[in-house]
């Protein structure tokens, strides 16, 4: 091994180790030790052509790793893996309640599942906490029976009852029930292209009379929901 291949390679050791922290966490000292054991095998088989591109990857992935690791904060208050999942807060100011359904405060929930999602509803209305019964939405634009998430019958759900969802594209998802061809109620859940805000609009037919609303969340982060590390 000549001695400009070992000074190569003692030289790419040290360039690795300013890589972030986080970085190395994830590597150990693997990327250090892939200098050493490189270097000389790239000077012996590609001379000092293929040693200047062994150098300029790393050079180039060095301010990528930096700008990642500087971003990564941001992606996490801003986004999560799936454009629905999370906890969102009604804007009252910026929503356009029924004036027999209008609650001082107002909170969605989706947990994704394997075929959907799990919607919960909860709030302050009238001074009293509320929430509402968990209903899946599947939005595969398939029709079931409304049932709980036992199986059973829920009180109050005309018998023959069907749910039915859709998804038109990624950011929308439609969801509704019927019974004998005709609609008890029907939604629409819109995210912005941002993530940060979830239109709902809903219709249908409630204990108070029918009813129609236009409500905006934002979602909270973090989430509540979510163990913080």
């Known amino acids: 091994m000549s001695a400009w291949a070992s000074r190569c390679g003692r030289l ?3 360039l690795a180790r300013t890589f972030p922290h986080e970085y190395r966490m994830i590597c150990g000292d693997g990327l250090e030790r892939l200098g050493e054991d490189v270097a ?11 040693v200047m591109w062994l150098f ?24 999560t893996g799936d454009p629905f ?4 807060k009604a804007r009252n100011d910026k929503s356009q309640w029924d004036p027999a359904y209008t609650p001082e405060q107002a909170c969605l929930r989706f947990e994704a599942t394997d075929t959907g999602y799990l919607l919960v509803a909860y709030g302050i209305k009238d001074g009293q906490a509320v929430a509402e019964r968990p209903t899946p939405i599947l939005p595969d634009g398939r ?5 709980d998430l036992n199986g059973r019958p ?20 439609e969801a509704g029930a019927e019974v004998d061809g005709k609609e008890l109620g029907r939604g629409t859940y ?12 809903t219709e249908g037919m409630g204990l108070k009379g029918p009813f129609k609303t236009v409500a905006v969340f934002e979602r ?6 979510v163990p913080q590390t």
């Open 154 to 173: 829920i009180p109050g759900v005309p018998p023959g009852a069907v749910a039915f969802g859709s998804r038109p594209d990624p950011w929308t998802i």
């Open 143 to 147: 029709r079931r029976p409304v049932v």
């Open 85 to 88: 999942e999370g906890t969102w």
């Open 220 to 225: 909270v982060v973090p989430d509540p929901y």
């Open 190 to 201: 819109r995210v912005s292209d941002d993530g940060t805000t979830l239109t709902v609009t």
């Open 56 to 79: 300029a990857d790393l050079a180039l992935h060095l301010p990528l790793e930096y700008l990642s690791i500087s971003i990564r904060p941001l992606k996490e208050l801003t986004m």
């Open 12 to 14: 790419y050791r040290r």
């Open 40 to 50: 000389p095998r790239v000077w012996r088989d590609q001379g000092l052509v293929g």
